[in-house]
T-cell receptor, first 112, second 115 residues
Framework: EDKVVQSPLSLVVHEGDTVTLNCSYE??????LLWYKQEKKAPTFLFML????IEKKSGRLSSILDKKELFSILNITATQTGDSAVYLC????????????FGAGTRLTVKP | GAVVSQHPSWVICKSGTSVKIECRSL??????MFWYRQFPKQSLMLMAT?????????EQGVEKDKFLINHASLTLSTLTVTSAHPEDSSFYIC???????????FGPGTRLTVT
């Protein structure tokens, strides 16, 4: 059965801390892995990873994919209270398949 | 760029009535749109995939006669919840994909409450 597993499910840190969120997957016909940030409403797109070992970076956020070990990590350095959100990992399967399978999400709370 | 809107943002309706939710891609053409449902503190569950000009593909367990999807143009898809019941109360989110790309861009969601 295809699955996307995120860990931890929730995390509480203080401003300035660095966090690492994990996403592992077991799916058929893997195509890409995507990270989203969801605050109060709809998720906003962060990264899409297709190739193994290539880090994608945007400000204090970075992410990398390991297709051999079937996981990805999302790093956030120097966290701020505005980083508090649910971070969703999703896997896109195959080229012609439109399905995007989401993990349960990691709820990050950054305290002042 | 890649802005998706949804209307309404929230709606309250009575049991037995139907509700239509619109999803629009504002600055791009979306050959494919997706409809998700999200329960409190849970992740997104894909309901159906909608391709412009053709019938929607529903996920297993989603009643296509209850959740009618129409993708009339490259910028508009609608979800109609027919004969709504309280258990249909949920947060419905649409997303759209730009032709030739894989990432999806999400609308702000519609909170439906059925009384």
């Amino acid at each position: 059965e295809d699955k996307v597993v995120q860990s931890p499910l929730s995390l509480v840190v203080h401003e300035g801390d660095t966090v690492t969120l994990n996403c592992s997957y077991e799916v058929t016909n893997f195509r890409s892995l995507l990270w989203y940030k969801q605050e109060k409403k709809a998720p906003t797109f962060l990264f899409m990873l297709t190739s193994s070992g290539i880090e994608k970076k945007s400000g204090r956020l970075s992410s990398i994919l390991d297709k051999k070990e079937l996981f990805s990590i999302l790093n956030i350095t120097a966290t701020q209270t505005g980083d508090s959100a649910v971070y969703l990992c999703a896997v896109l399967q195959s080229y012609n398949n439109n399905d995007m399978r989401f993990g349960a999400g990691t709820r990050l709370t950054v305290k002042p | 760029g890649a802005v998706v809107s949804q209307h309404p943002s929230w709606v309250i309706c009575k049991s037995g009535t139907s509700v239509k939710i619109e999803c629009r891609s504002l600055d791009f053409q979306a050959t494919t749109m997706f409809w998700y449902r999200q329960f409190p503190k849970q992740s997104l569950m894909l309901m159906a995939t909608s391709n412009e000009g053709s019938k929607a593909t529903y996920e297993q367990g989603v009643e296509k006669d209850k959740f009618l999807i129409n993708h009339a143009s490259l910028t508009l898809s609608t979800l109609t919840v027919t004969s709504a019941h309280p258990e249909d109360s949920s947060f419905y989110i649409c997303s759209a994909r730009i032709a030739g790309r894989y990432e999806q861009y999400f609308g702000p969601g519609t909170r439906l409450t059925v009384t």
